[in-house]
């Protein structure tokens, strides 16, 4: 059983930044895709970013140049550094992992990458304007 647990959320201005951290525990296949994907209250969800075991990485357009996503699976640790914040990154951020899956299909397949693998609770970022 895989669990994951994200910490690092929080309250910013705008223009601020967060760094997101995601503990993975259990046994996770290195091959296994992990990423982040975001929900603001009344929305549907929105893949933010992902990165495969080879460290190929994939973003969505909202957040690219303002967003990093690493990892280091010696500690099964997933991270995402956000940078230059705006009101609309505000949002329940979640880390999730899946097999079978390149980064760019996580992103373009959000419901499928959530719900079909690992995904944490979650941390709420908000950003003020």
């Known amino acids: 059983q895989v669990q994951l647990v994200e910490s690092g959320g929080g309250s910013v201005q705008s223009g601020g930044s967060l760094r997101l951290s995601c503990a993975a525990s259990?046994?996770?296949?290195?091959?296994?895709?992990m990423g982040w994907f975001r929900q603001a209250q009344g929305k549907a969800r929105e893949g933010v970013a992902a990165?495969?075991?080879?460290?190929?990485?994939s973003y969505a357009d909202s957040v690219k140049g303002r967003f990093t996503i690493s990892q280091d699976r010696a500690k099964n640790t997933l991270y995402l550094q956000m940078s230059s914040l705006k009101p609309e990154d505000t949002a329940m951020y979640y880390c999730a992992a899946a097999s079978g899956m390149t980064p760019v299909q996580a992103l373009a397949h959000t419901e499928w990458f959530a719900d079909h693998g690992w995904r944490g609770q979650g941390t709420q970022v908000t950003v003020s304007s």
């Open positions: 259990g046994y996770l296949h290195s091959s296994y895709c």
């Open positions: 990165i495969d075991s080879a460290g190929i990485t």
